[in-house]
């Protein structure tokens, strides 16, 4: 049967790969409906070839011009506009591929529309991950994991019960900065840090991978998707990126999930789930590896990811400063007007100004989200 | 609630490494029934702890022996004590650790009284897996694996769909001669044979790890077990059996499952499948293993899993003949009769000179071993 998609961030790295998997296969996907941010360009052409019946994109005037050009696609804009998309009468399945703490509000009223939903917003866990598993739970909704490391998890969870986990176990690259010493950080400029050694992806998530702030904010996703506590969730550096992640079992198995790394597998498995469906293309062949490394994650060296800890601890509205404050930080070093380690001295700086709040709603963690970019930025 | 065990092979490695499990977690497994071999000894001090209903011996004059010793216990003898053992009306699991093709009538008889049976027997898939399979099928009964190899791959089963199977990936350490050309084989003597660099197992096993036959029983079994072609079993080797084996599925993602080197692991779960129970003791660690390697199997220079592969591929009566030629030859190599060399060839002359039956019945397998026992004998 025919899966009916809408896709938030059709033209980011995770978007286009999610299109690449519908272009595979016809028979199986349609794309229904779809967000894009301020390329207008690429939306004509996704428009041209999927034939979706909504599409939203960021700004009024962009929206304007694409109705002038097209009479049988619903066009909107805007947050509104986003909503839309996530909750398509039409739609089977959403897949959340926004960047940033925007991802949250659609996602939560595409839960309450009882939408399937294959997350890749990761800050939507962050920010917000005790509102949106209460709401999951409430309405029966099964999150999918796109990320490779909780896809992994996830794949690895199938026919196993959660009471029997001990550990989970996030793989890491080590990202673009691996080989270096804390010391070689100082002065590393913005076309270095966005090399990164495995994965093609955005530029937010390649800067969040050398940082190490990326496999921060997959521990707290991680903490919330499967109900596990911070000390019971692991990062180990391992280079090829082969293991996406594992589960080990209070019986000591490990149950984990290989592959080269290509996007679009787990991608494609959030779409298919609980089924597989069968993917051309490389196979994983460890022979030709000849080895798979394992080292310590050193977290004097990537402080972020012990701040993702912390914040996580702490918990409340926490998670929320840490993720603003990166975002708006990474946006300052991506624009070169801070330097690489800035980004992590942003982030303490922020974490060690702000009380917590418990539980917050949905309004106080926009205001918290808002006001910590507002002070990062007052810090230039 | 208790789970009560039937036990054939107490003594063995398996057998010894069943009763650890069952002495770990007394509220959760009971002994009723086991069977010996020959070590009476072992056997009075298992009786003293586990305290059986029921157990078997392999000579009538040992049961004669221990009837007079314990009044409270039913001492049988000779295959129908193995079966009585296997079929024991209050056992909810048979865990068959026997060694050789003495353990296809019990599995048998078992299926047939509606036993589950956690199998570490490999030889009975190997010589007889049609029937047995089949036999499950009609009965609808899981086979347990206990191999590691086959608890791997039959956990990263769990949750799938055996449809989506692309190749199963079994990993072999490589034995104790794996850092020898074949050259260097000539000559080796029983000592080197033995010294297994991961595991601790019982001799037979252990030759056959140094031959690689072990692994070549290991692919046939997989085939019935599974129910996949040749085709689709891949060997590779894996030094430190830290990954137990694979499933790569037709979307190219691979599911694994890794652990220190430990049968209890396989046969606790076995016992606890499909729930998992706390075990204690050491965790993996991949750290501070610091690397995984993964080597071609050379089938020129191991051509036991040559002729496994081509003995399954044949099919009917011929694994049989593989498995009777190899149970022979080892005994004769294990009491210095023949060389460590002479097994794949005693192996590759009984293989040649037979003339294949296909779907034998259980009469005829008897026949075909027993036969090709005595041929390889008359060799000397």
Known sequence: ???????????????????????????????????????????????????????????????????????????????????????????????????????????????????????????????????????ARKKNTTLLPVDSEHSAIFQALQGEQ???????????????????????????????????PNWSMGAKITIDSASMMNKGLEVIEAHWLFDIPYDQIEVVQHRESIIHSMIQFHDSSVMAQLGTPDMRVPIQYALTYPDRLIRPGKRLDLVEMGKLHFEEMDLNRFRCLAFAYEAGRIGGSMTTVLNAANEAAVSMFLENKISFLDIEAYIEKAMSTHQVIHRPDLETIHEIDQQTRQLVSSWL
Chains 1, 2 share one sequence.
């Not at 011009?65 to 089977?92: I, P």
């Not at 959660?162 to 070689?184: P, V």
Request: glycine share 8%; hydrophobic share 40%.
């Open 162 to 196: 959660e009471k029997n986990i001990e550990k989970l176990i996030i793989t890491a690259s080590g990202g673009s900065f691996r080989d270096r010493s804390r010391e070689d950080l100082v002065g590393v400029t913005v076309t270095e840090a966005l090399n990164h």
């Open 1 to 135: 049967m025919l899966k009916k998609i809408s896709l938030l961030g059709a033209t980011g790295s995770i978007g286009t790969q999610t299109l690449d998997v519908i272009r595979e296969n016809p028979e199986e996907f349609k794309l229904t409906a779809m967000s894009v941010g301020r390329n207008i360009e690429e939306a004509r052409k996704m428009i041209m070839e999927f034939s979706p019946q909504l599409i939203s994109v960021q700004r009024k005037e962009d929206a304007e011009l694409l109705k002038k050009e097209w009479s049988s696609v619903k066009v909107l804009y805007g947050e509104e506009g986003l909503v839309e998309v996530a909750c398509h009468q039409d739609a089977d399945v959403l897949v959340n591929a926004v960047l940033g703490s925007v991802g949250l509000h659609p996602t939560l009223q595409a839960i309450e529309a009882g939408k399937m939903i294959a997350i890749a917003n990761k800050e939507t866990l962050v920010t917000a991950g005790h509102l949106v598993m209460e709401a």
